[in-house]
């Protein structure tokens, strides 16, 4: 009996024979007899709070009991004296914790009197439970809602008391705050790191150990401007930590409103005020297990009155066990009745021309001649990366919302090419580090940035968030928009089922990284594909790779695009020609559809003006779901550029991770992002050339025009 019983002790530690038989016979007594338990809670709250109920709790009947002593210790301390040996364990709430930070143990002396009477039966503040369950819900929520705390801006009202919590969100995001030294010592200042915490925690409990009462008392208690502090590093976080009442005296509707809250014992009362203050989410790390809100200090001893143990002897790892058994999860509370999750994102800007500075600058156009526009430009190179805009209003049909900045580094094409590649590398790294504390969850690259040296793949490994080039959206994109322009001009026969389109299509720039996913995917829908750039060893391996993915493709290599301009009636350019001619459009067919992937354009304004008989789609740009509020990037309302959608998409499916970079861009990739936008509701925008967007009546001008002109063409 000894060892069964021993074997049936709730997820305690073996002890030795003598203790087991002790500890075997008192469970047996309670088993049969069906003893009920008594635990009493002795709390500094208010009485108004009290509470007296019976439950069952690990199959043992329980009578628990509340007793609050509204803020008086002596009456709390005569108590925890009388009350002792009327029960199996006590229970001392709403009073601070001993803490563990940074491997040192401290316990606060109130506390250390109030337990410290306590010699005949266990007590608990609930310190233990509380830790376990603060990081297991964290992890629960990390887990069921994907990667929700990367890189969120938490706000810590108290750091050294929540200590093992901020270790465990500090797996996730380095955007830590503490609000202790404000709170506790009047200095207008957050810590802003677990070291700095730590070293903080240990010069506090030396200040209370050895400071006299009367300097203590002295300190600044919180001014006005302390206050401010606090509302203002709530309406920065994201995450907020502490108790509530804490959180509800120092937030407002202004500093709280769409945030997530970490807290305990949240009543009803509670949730009805953080409605008012529009919170989107609270964490509740206090299980409802009997009905009710009941303190962690009670459960825990319940706990110890369960297992007939003695509390030294109970270790942590047997508490989680039996949270384990229990599946004791946090409450998920929605105040408003509707729960937004929203993803954050960076993308990189920069300006393509001295005319984009221009545009930026409060430069009278009197005064923008060349000598002072080129120093202007080589100035704007070496400026540090700023926030171009906020952006907000997407929102996916699954529910989830997208929100995050336009960062702009300052060096054109032109500038980067004249710089080694490491110096837009520190550039596109201080973006990084600044998106980070903005709380952004991934970062894209654009246009140019996208290009210069390994296209991306230093900066993904340097950097401290994920990174992506967006370019396998725009590979997906330039097709998605060339194929739809094709189809509406009709001057290609619509192919039958299963069949390629009978036509010809050549890729320039087609060894870079979307010029050679465009050349695979028009090797499956086309008749032929001519794959044209500068290095023939690169064509002859790109060609080969091709034909082994696709066998009965005909695809032809060239070093000069212009002898086949000609023949095509179809045009990716995709080259990092930063301004350079890349192709004579005066030898392209009429009613050729030109698809310009490239950034900055490989054809411009006067060069597509010299032929309104051929149709210029400037890559394929993307409409977002949603109501999208951003400056504005030159695109017609809720369109952006491809790769900033993709660096979207991957921020609505909560995939923080590097997924596109360097040259050598994956089918796999384009084919996943592509199905992965659908989901999300993005769409090709309205075709768009560099005059704005086609409508369907310049789209007949041009097929009218080409047929006409196709009488009379000759090729030059």
């Known amino acids: 009996w000894a060892g069964l019983m021993c074997a049936k002790l709730p997820r305690r530690k073996r002890v030795s024979a003598g203790s087991c038989l ?17 635990v009493i809670c002795v709390s500094l709250g208010a009485s108004e709070q009290d509470y007296e109920f019976d439950t069952e709790f690990l199959d043992q009947p329980f009578h628990i009991r509340r007793i609050g002593t509204d803020g008086d210790d002596t009456a709390a301390w005569e108590q925890l004296q009388r009350l002792q040996s009327r029960c199996d364990a006590i229970a001392v709430g709403m009073v601070p914790d001993s803490y563990e930070v940074g491997g040192r143990n401290f316990v606060d002396e109130r506390t250390r009197r109030l337990t410290g009477v306590v010699t005949r039966v266990p007590v608990s503040t609930g310190s233990r439970l509380r830790n376990l369950l603060q990081c297991r819900a964290v992890r629960h929520v990390q887990r069921s ?91 920065d976080a994201h995450v907020v930590v502490g108790t509530i009442a804490d959180i509800i005296g120092f ?122 526009m080129d120093t202007l430009e080589k100035g704007f190179a070496y400026a540090p990366p700023m926030v171009y805009t906020e952006v907000s209003g997407i929102r996916s049909p699954t529910g989830a919302e997208a929100e995050g900045w336009l960062i702009t580094v300052g060096g054109t094409p032109k500038e980067m090419l004249s710089h080694s590649p490491e110096f837009t590398y ?111 060893r690169r064509l002859r391996k790109l060609q080969a790779s091709i034909l082994e993915d696709t066998p009965d493709a ?72 949603g109501d999208l509020q951003m400056r504005s990037i030159k695109l017609p309302k809720n369109v952006v550029f491809a790769c900033m959608a993709e660096t979207i998409a991957l921020a609505l499916e909560g995939r923080f991770e590097v997924f596109t970079i360097g040259r050598n861009t994956e089918w796999e990739k384009v084919k996943e992002i592509y199905k992965l936008g659908l989901m999300h509701g993005m769409k090709l925008a309205a075709i768009s050339g560099v005059n704005g967007v086609y409508s369907d009546q310049d789209l007949q001008q041009i097929r009218k025009r080409a047929i006409e002109a196709r009488k009379t063409w000759r090729p030059q």
């Open 426 to 536: 520190r550039r596109l790294l201080a973006a990084a580090k600044m998106a980070e504390k903005l709380g952004a969850q991934i970062m894209g690259l654009g246009a140019f940035t996208k290009v210069v040296g390994d296209a991306g793949i230093t900066v993904a490994r340097r950097a401290t968030i994920p990174i992506t080039t967006g370019n396998s959206y725009s590979a997906s994109g330039a097709l998605w928009a060339a194929t739809d322009a094709m189809r509406r001009l009709k001057l290609v026969d619509e192919p039958e089922e299963g069949k390629r389109v009978k036509a010809r299509t050549m890729v320039v720039g087609a060894t870079g990284s979307i010029g050679s996913v465009s050349a695979r995917l028009m090797a499956m829908a086309f008749d032929e594909v001519v794959i044209a750039a500068r290095d023939e």
């Open 145 to 235: 809602l994907v990667n929700y705390f990367n890189n969120n801006r938490v706000l810590f009202l108290s750091g050294i008391a929540n200590y093992p919590l901020a270790a465990t969100l500090a797996e996730y995001t380095p955007n830590l705050r503490f609000a202790d030294a404000i709170l506790q010592a009047g200095v207008p200042k957050l810590l802003t790191s677990l070291r700095a915490l730590e070293l903080y925690a240990l010069g506090q409990h030396s200040l209370n150990r050895y400071t006299p009462e009367m300097v203590r008392e002295r300190l600044p208690t919180l001014s006005l401007v302390q206050k401010r502090l606090i509302s203002k590093a709530m309406g």
């Open 251 to 372: 937030g407002s509707a202004r500093s709280l409103e769409g945030k997530t809250l970490i807290s305990s014992m949240v009543t009803d009362a509670d949730v009805e005020r953080l409605r008012e203050m529009k919170v989107n989410l609270v964490i509740d790390v206090t299980p409802q297990l009997f009905g009710r809100v009941v303190g962690l200090s009670v459960i825990e001893a319940m706990i110890l009155a369960a297992s007939s143990v003695p509390a030294d002897q109970l270790s942590s790892e047997d508490i989680y066990e039996i949270i384990r058994e229990l599946d004791i999860e946090p409450r998920l509370i929605h105040p408003t009745g509707e729960f937004k999750l929203i993803r954050r994102f960076a993308f990189v800007v920069h300006p393509l021309s001295q005319e984009y500075i221009r545009n930026v600058t409060p430069i009278p156009k009197k005064l923008a001649v060349r000598p002072l």
């Open 554 to 625: 005909k695809v032809t290599w060239t070093t000069d695009p212009d002898a086949y301009l000609a023949d095509m009636d179809m045009i990716v350019t995709s080259t990092s020609g930063a301004g350079k001619k890349i192709l004579d459009i005066m030898k392209v067919k009429p009613g050729c559809v030109i698809t310009d992937v490239a950034r900055p354009l490989d054809l411009p304004a006067s060069e597509v003006a010299k032929r309104p008989d051929v149709l210029v789609v400037e890559s394929g740009e993307i409409e977002l779901p």
């Open 22 to 38: 002790l500890g075997s016979a008192m469970v047996l007594v309670s088993a049969m007899g069906r003893l009920m338990k008594q």
